[in-house]
């Protein structure tokens, strides 16, 4: 799952996926196109349910702070890796 905000020229990107070993990853991407500027961080959560929570205290947090909602993407690709 990929969410997207943006205020003016800065924006922050939250992506959501399981890995391999069936962790729940948070990567969250901030930065300002007009200065060229990005961070990135990564948060292992054990969960989907705890990741969704986490999902939604970062979205209250991006309303609070003045960056509107300009996207939601999700794609589940179906790989089976137990061969």
Do not use: C, P
């Amino acid at each position: 799952m990929i969410v997207r905000w943006q205020k003016e020229q800065e924006y922050f990107i939250v992506r959501l996926y399981q890995d391999l070993v069936g962790d729940w990853i948070l990567s969250q991407s901030w930065g300002d196109r007009a200065a060229n500027e990005a961070t990135v961080t990564h948060t292992v959560l054990h969960s989907y349910k705890e990741a969704r929570r986490l999902l939604s205290n970062i979205a209250r947090q991006q309303r609070k702070l003045g960056y509107r909602h300009t996207g939601m993407s999700e794609e589940q690709l179906g790989f089976d890796f137990s061969h």
